[in-house]
């Protein structure tokens, strides 16, 4: 919740609102703006975490990538595979020349799976925002390039 309190599943009253929801998540998706990949377990099917995808600068081009997990699932590894899989889908499939993600300073795990992944911590913006518990944190820029990717795929 601290670290995902303003995503659009964490405002969901009912199943109206969730149908809403889904609909402007589809037309972001016809409009290339933004993609929400769901993450299911292979055994049982079930959801395993939500990984976000969006332009940021379709002229380089650069997207830019978060997630979430459930906390059932949280830490076994399902979060990196997924991230993994959507660098590849990112940088091959919608030609990503730089793909950016940002995480709370505090978030251990987020910044687990990003270095997992191969992301080089970019910079931190310090004490730029108030979470919901009224503590203040900052935030933590990583990236990688094309070439980067490349290089550890090989």
Same mark, same amino acid.
Request: aromatic residues 10%; proline residues 1%; charged residues 30%.
């Given at each position: 919740?601290?670290? $995902? !309190?303003?995503?659009?599943?964490? /405002?969901? +009253?009912?199943?109206?609102?969730?149908?809403n929801?889904?609909? $402007?998540?589809?037309?972001?998706?016809?409009e290339r +703006?933004?993609?929400?990949?769901?993450?299911?377990? +292979?055994?049982? $099917? %079930?959801?395993?975490? /939500?990984?976000?995808? #969006?332009?940021?600068?379709?002229?380089?081009? *650069?997207? /830019?990538?978060?997630?979430?997990v459930?906390?059932?699932?949280?830490?076994?590894?399902?979060?990196? $595979?997924?991230? +993994?899989?959507?660098?590849?889908?990112?940088?091959?499939?919608?030609?990503? %020349?730089?793909?950016?993600?940002?995480?709370?300073?505090?978030?251990?795990?987020?910044?687990?799976?990003? *270095?997992?992944?191969?992301?080089?911590?970019?910079?931190?913006m310090? *004490?730029?925002?108030r979470n919901?518990? #009224?503590?203040? !944190?900052?935030?933590? %820029?990583? #990236?990688?390039?094309?070439?980067?990717?490349?290089?550890?795929?090989?």
């Open positions: 919740m601290r670290y $995902e !309190s303003d995503n659009v599943v964490m /405002q969901l +009253k009912s199943q109206e609102d969730a149908e929801t889904v609909c $402007e998540l589809a037309e972001l998706w016809e +703006k933004s993609i929400f990949i769901g993450a299911f377990d +292979k055994q049982d $099917e %079930h959801f395993v975490a /939500q990984i976000y995808v #969006g332009a940021v600068n379709r002229d380089l081009p *650069e997207f /830019q990538i978060g997630f979430f459930d906390r059932d699932y949280e830490g076994q590894g399902y979060v990196t $595979e997924a991230v +993994k899989a959507t660098l590849g889908f990112v940088f091959h499939r919608l030609g990503a %020349h730089r793909v950016s993600a940002e995480c709370d300073e505090t978030n251990t795990r987020s910044i687990g799976v990003l *270095e997992r992944c191969g992301m080089t911590r970019e910079g931190l310090r *004490e730029n925002k919901v518990d #009224g503590s203040i !944190s900052g935030t933590l %820029h990583y #990236g990688m390039l094309k070439c980067e990717y490349d290089d550890l795929r090989r």
